[in-house]
């Protein structure tokens, strides 16, 4: 029951986005049955595999379906956003979407090969470069390549190259979480992170080239943030790649050489190129400039210090205690990303980037039990850890802070130029988790007595946190800071409503499907 609920949810979503699209009604018509009959063909292919036995397994999650839709995220979210605003989207994005849809036809038939026991809970990852793997994946990348020529304005070349990379990085990408953590992840969740990464790394590599051999210029900050951010992940990637390829990991201090030799050697040399100037001095003077950037850190200064301060007064071990501590740092999280979004997003987007690349870096150092840190990280992540972090990788957070910060990565078009009726697609994230998630959680643990079928969400909380996030809007659109009409209030109450029934029913993990899930129908619907 509860898979078909979570199936139906995502119907409801995508038949959404379709509907207030721009497209006519007879394209409205194919485009919804097209994607039905895909959905459900997903539905019944993953719940034939699951009854059958096989030879060879690795772990899955204990306490999660497989998750199949999840691979048809990516796609669906960077198309409702460039379906949007196709003319206002750079070549880059255009061949991101086109990538992530290959992407997602390569793991749909790979489910094939993929069987899920339901009783030990394992799951088999196909291997990447296997034959018919092999086969697939050339033609894809051949004929998005062309796809990806005639939507954008580079080379065919450049395209299939860019489809290319992205397929080459998704395979290795899948086998090393596999490998490394199987038992963290479900395999729509292994979809989701290698296409989401592979998409990235494509783009960032793209990106430097262009910059570095001159074909592209840098015009504004927007676009300097953007390039410092993807250069500064990029070497991190490699870092993780080195790390992880050999034996190093095994060696603790290997994480602070690698580092130190990547900055000196990639990032700093190639930033100093792109940028053609200092970029410390870059950075320093870009985020001191001003007041209003000051402002900005006091404030979420001060949110962080009175979240720290609270959250140490949970000093009980108990369900109760450890579930409010968590929810302080969601609600924390709305006093940082609301003010930094609607105040200056280029601050906030800089800032992203560089605390992704924190999180990273901190949980490399936990696994690979670096001294001095790894018994400070431990002691503090044990009050984020629930129900979903059984592998030896600790994912919750870092979902969170990329779910709050997901609109901002992959909005289409420049953040200067977002409208204030389209201003509430950036804040999904925090409406989602920040609002919503806090909310359902709170409300059903006090007031939850109805369950839902199959799940142990609560009717009474998903009410409050559908609920709690209109009030949210309204009070936006009351203070004359996001004003709603009334067509795109309706717009924005039943994208609400479809990603807080999918809160309910799915086994994902919700700090990563939900915000991209709202983005998508509230991106996709104009909100």
């Known amino acids: 029951m509860l898979r078909e609920l979570e199936y139906g949810t995502f119907i409801l979503g995508v ?29 019944t292919w993953e719940k034939t595999q699951e009854e059958v036995e096989h030879r060879s397994f690795s772990y899955m999650r204990p306490n999660g379906s497989p998750g199949m839709w999840c691979s048809l995220l990516l796609p669906v979210t960077l198309l409702a956003g460039s379906l949007q605003h196709w003319s206002a989207c750079s070549d880059v994005y255009k061949l991101s979407s086109v990538a992530s849809v290959t992407l997602a036809v390569v793991s749909v038939f790979s489910f094939n090969d993929i069987i899920v026991n339901k009783s030990k809970r394992k799951i088999n990852i196909p291997r990447p470069f296997s034959p018919q793997h092999l086969f697939l994946s050339t033609f894809l990348v051949i004929s998005g390549g062309i796809l990806a020529k005639y939507v954008t304005q580079v080379d065919l070349y450049i395209a299939v190259s860019y489809v290319l990379v992205c397929h080459l990085v998704c395979a290795i990408l899948q086998k090393k979480l596999v490998d490394l953590s199987s038992a963290s992840f479900t395999y729509g969740e292994v979809m989701i992170i290698s296409q989401s990464t592979a998409c990235f790394i494509a783009a960032a590599i793209f990106n430097t080239l262009l910059n570095i051999t001159g074909n592209e210029t840098l015009d504004d900050t927007e676009e300097k943030i953007t390039i410092f951010i993807q250069v500064c992940l990029l070497g991190l990637s490699m870092v993780f790649f080195t790390l992880t390829t050999g034996s190093l990991h095994q060696v603790p201090a290997m994480l602070y050489i690698v580092i130190a030799a990547f900055g000196t050697t990639f990032v700093i040399p190639v930033l100093w190129l792109v940028l053609a100037e200092n970029p410390f001095i870059w950075i320093f003077s870009f985020i001191f400039d001003g007041p209003q950037k000051v402002a900005l850190f006091v404030c979420w200064a001060i949110s962080t210090a009175a979240t720290i301060l609270l959250a140490s007064r949970f000093t009980s071990s108990d369900k109760l205690s450890l579930t409010a501590v968590r929810k302080l740092f969601h609600l924390a999280a709305v006093m940082i990303y609301v003010p930094g979004i609607l105040v200056n997003r280029e601050l906030m987007l800089l800032a992203s980037g560089i605390v992704l690349g924190m999180f990273l870096a901190v949980e490399a150092a936990r696994v690979m039990r670096v001294p001095p840190l790894c018994t400070s990280i431990d002691n503090t992540y044990s009050t984020f850890i629930d129900e979903k972090d059984l592998g030896p990788l600790v994912v919750s957070p870092i979902y969170l802070f990329v779910g709050l910060s997901l609109p901002l990565w992959i909005y289409p078009t420049s953040l200067n130029d977002i409208s204030q009726s389209t201003m509430l697609s950036l804040l999904s994230g925090v409406l989602s988790l920040g609002i919503g998630d806090t909310v359902a959680s709170v409300a059903g643990t006090w007031l939850g007595r109805t369950k839902w079928p199959g799940s142990k969400k609560s009717v009474e909380g998903t009410i409050c946190s559908i609920i709690s996030q209109i009030i949210f809007c309204l009070s936006l659109s009351s203070l004359g800071i996001l004003p709603l009409s009334a067509v795109g209030g309706f717009r924005t109450v039943s994208a609400i409503v479809v990603s807080s029934h999918l809160e309910a029913f799915t086994t994902q993990v919700d700090n990563l499907v939900l915000p991209a899930v709202l983005y998508s129908l509230m991106v996709g619907t104009g909100s």
């Open 15 to 43: 038949l959404n986005i379709l509907w207030y699209s721009t497209l006519s009604l007879l394209q409205i018509l194919a485009a919804a049955g097209c994607s039905v009959a895909v959905i459900l063909f997903l539905y």
